[in-house]
T-cell receptor, first 115, second 113 residues
């Protein structure tokens, strides 16, 4: 089956630093990737949709300069949290889908803690 | 606009009893409906989906869900609960499998021995 990985699985950083999270489709080409964040005991909220080779589409209320998304290849998308602050601490989950009307496959998530 | 509602924050069931986790949706057109399960500090695991066809959809781990168009519901069911079914369950809706998914608020399922 289709596998999506995320790296790192968890990260702790100091306030003001930037953190990059990778999302990879291991055995298929992901034309579209999605980034979600999840606060404790809450649902997943879509942050942005990225298509390979084009700019990401951000959901309302998500700062695109704060959360930089790059989808440079068909197997890799990155989310960079710039100048991270404690309120950015969250569980970030990516998903990926291939060409056509294919299913989305979710990564295992990355827990970010900003001190 | 699409939306999905899970009216119960928590469902408690004794092991061996049947379980139901409720979900209602609101979407124009024909929806794609999903159920996912999440274990602590883990990503989402796909359980099942409805696109078209039979209203009763069978999925992983013995779960099934019934699509009811008139009631706009997609309740998750299992005939006999296991303690290992204890987790957070999300209902979700989309216009297609590959478009953005809108998640419900989640229902925590607790199965007592």
């Amino acid at each position: 089956g289709a596998v999506v990985s995320q790296h790192p699985s968890w990260v702790i950083c100091k306030s003001g630093t930037s953190v990059k999270i990778e999302c990879r489709s291991l055995d298929f080409q992901a034309t579209t990737m999605f980034w979600y964040r999840q606060f404790p005991k809450q649902s997943l909220m879509l942050m942005a949709t990225s298509n390979e080779g084009s700019k990401a589409t951000y959901e309302q209320g998500v700062e695109k300069d704060k959360f930089l998304i790059n989808h440079a290849s068909l197997t890799l998308s990155t989310l960079t949290v710039t100048s991270a602050h404690p309120e950015d601490s969250s569980f970030y989950i990516c998903s990926a889908s291939g060409r056509g009307d294919n299913e989305q496959f979710f990564g295992p998530g990355t827990r970010l803690t900003v001190l | 606009a699409q939306s999905v509602a899970q009216p119960e924050d928590q469902v408690n069931v004794a092991e061996g009893n049947p379980l139901t986790v409720k979900c209602t949706y609101s979407v124009s057109g024909n929806p794609y409906l999903f159920w996912y399960v999440q274990y602590p500090n883990r990503g989402l695991q796909f359980l099942l989906k409805y696109i078209t066809g039979d209203n009763l959809v069978k999925g992983s781990y013995g779960f099934e869900a019934e699509f009811n168009k008139s009631q706009t519901s997609f309740h998750l069911k299992k005939p006999s609960a296991l303690v290992s079914d204890s987790a957070l369950y999300f209902c979700a809706v989309s216009y297609s499998s590959a478009s953005k998914i809108i998640f419900g608020s989640g229902t925590r399922l607790s199965i007592r021995p």
